[in-house]
């Protein structure tokens, strides 16, 4: 009898003080946040103060997908955190990666008038655009670029706005991240999703710490991907084909989301995607052939595996039976990825929910490497079909940095187990349970004139 009473009690306490008592818990936690941005950046600082980080985010993710529909907004106090966050990282050191260095030279290469896949870095005839700042800073020099058109076109652009500026280009990323939270905060209103779970994308460290703090790429290709969902959503298939194009263009792995996006018998989407990939890549085509995909081939080679996933373990399992173990377990992933391809194209399920499966299968089955930024462009879709394995990941994944604290870099066996073993028995377990027991619910999809999706992202 008295624990119904103070079940009621606290069920009446909650709606009269939950709305703030969730402000004072975003105020808490993105203050603490802020204060642990501001520690000085380096690669010991990163290791300390990233998991505490993770942890204050999870808070604020549960948090924000436990509150009781109709409640007040604090959109705008999740969005002002974010802003925050980022141009705290924003005016740090490059300490993570050194990616940077390697946009502003092809940037500076087609400043000159000079195809930035005919020669590499070192060559001699490139020797007049050599100096001491950036040009040592490149990892590699002996190869060609791996950006494609898309990016390409960025970087000179960027560097004809920010000549030679790692904060200004920085700065550039910072902008497209924004936008990236901008457009997903729309996307989630056409979804009749709360907008507040933003939050999921908008305060992850990682994100922070990876565009704001490493400028990565990926930040320019994550606008082009959630307007190509938008117009999908909005049914503009040509519009949806171009965005996915452009976001082709600038990263290449969104390729993988044709299946999720493609409609039987819409010829509008298709020519819209190819037509936007032919155009891009004809500038840089002439005087070069193939020579246009720079170090793309050499990329799959097995010199350029680090921190793989499921891939890794079972080339680990196939060793003693055959050695070609690396090329079958590859060959085995890929056809899998292509049977999960055909299975989306044939179901009429939500869009976001296709992307979010075919996403989910890219990452687990084809990576050679696995960078913690490489499951940046998932989190979108976690907002959408939250999935508690995939944000384990998302925090795990920095546990790789610490092979860098070595003269070679190789992640050890215990560090790749940490990493992906819990992230394979939470996905089974949601596939099994098909929903969860968690804070966690799935959004309200009425307003599209569809059945509410599984949350299985695993599927």
């Keep these: 009898m008295r624990s119904a009473v103070c079940s009621i009690r606290s069920k009446q306490w909650w709606r009269r003080h939950g709305a703030a008592a969730r402000v004072l818990l975003l105020l808490a936690v993105g203050s603490v946040s802020t204060l642990l941005y501001l520690q000085p950046f380096t690669m010991a600082t990163y290791l300390r103060v990233f998991f505490p980080l993770f942890g204050l985010y999870m808070l604020a993710v549960v948090g924000i997908f436990w509150k009781r529909p109709g409640s ?119 979804h009749g999703s709360d907008p507040e779970r933003v939050v999921l994308y908008a305060w992850s460290p990682l994100v922070v710490f990876e565009f704001a703090g490493s400028g990565h790429v990926d930040a320019l290709m994550l606008p082009c991907l959630l307007l190509a969902l938008q117009a999908r959503l909005a049914a503009r298939p040509g519009w949806a084909g171009v965005w996915l194009g452009l976001a082709t263009l600038i990263k290449l792995y969104p390729a993988v989301l044709f299946p999720a996006l493609y409609s039987r018998q819409d010829r509008r989407f298709p020519c819209g995607f190819g037509a936007t990939l032919v155009l891009g890549y004809l500038p840089y085509v002439v005087g070069v052939g193939t020579g246009v995909f720079g170090y793309l081939p050499g990329y799959f080679g097995p010199w350029e595996d680090f921190n793989g996933g499921l891939r890794y373990f079972l080339t680990l399992a196939l060793s003693p039976l055959t050695a070609s173990a690396r090329s079958t377990a590859l060959g085995l992933c890929v056809i899998l990825l292509l049977l999960v391809a055909l299975i989306v194209i044939r179901r009429n399920t939500h869009y976001i929910q296709r992307a979010s499966t075919m996403i989910s299968a890219y990452l687990l089955l084809v990576p050679t490497t696995f960078h913690p930024w490489y499951v940046i462009w998932l989190l979108p879709c976690l907002c959408f079909y939250p999935s508690w394995g995939w944000l384990y990941l998302s925090g795990a994944l920095s546990l790789s940095y610490l092979a860098y604290l070595q003269s070679y870099p190789i992640v050890p066996l215990g560090i790749h187990l940490l990493e992906f073993l819990p992230l394979y028995i939470l996905l089974l377990a949601q596939r099994t349970h098909q929903r969860w027991q968690s804070p966690l619910r799935e959004p309200a999809t009425a307003t599209l004139g569809e059945q509410p999706p599984s949350l299985n992202l695993s599927q």
């Design 72 to 190: 007040s907004s604090c959109l705008l106090l999740l969005v002002g955190f974010a802003v925050v966050f980022r141009l705290i990282v924003l005016f740090s050191p490059l300490v993570l990666s050194s990616d940077l260095y390697r946009y502003v030279w092809d940037g500076r290469v087609q400043r000159a008038g000079i195809n930035p896949y005919r020669y590499p870095p070192e060559a001699e005839a490139l020797a007049a655009l050599r100096d001491t700042a950036f040009y040592p800073q490149i990892i590699r020099p002996v190869l060609t670029t791996i950006y494609p058109p898309a990016a390409q076109m960025l970087f000179a652009l960027m560097t004809a706005v920010v000549p030679d500026s790692i904060r200004g280009m920085k700065a550039f990323m910072v902008l497209a991240d924004l936008i990236t939270i901008g457009v997903l905060i729309r996307l989630l209103q056409t």
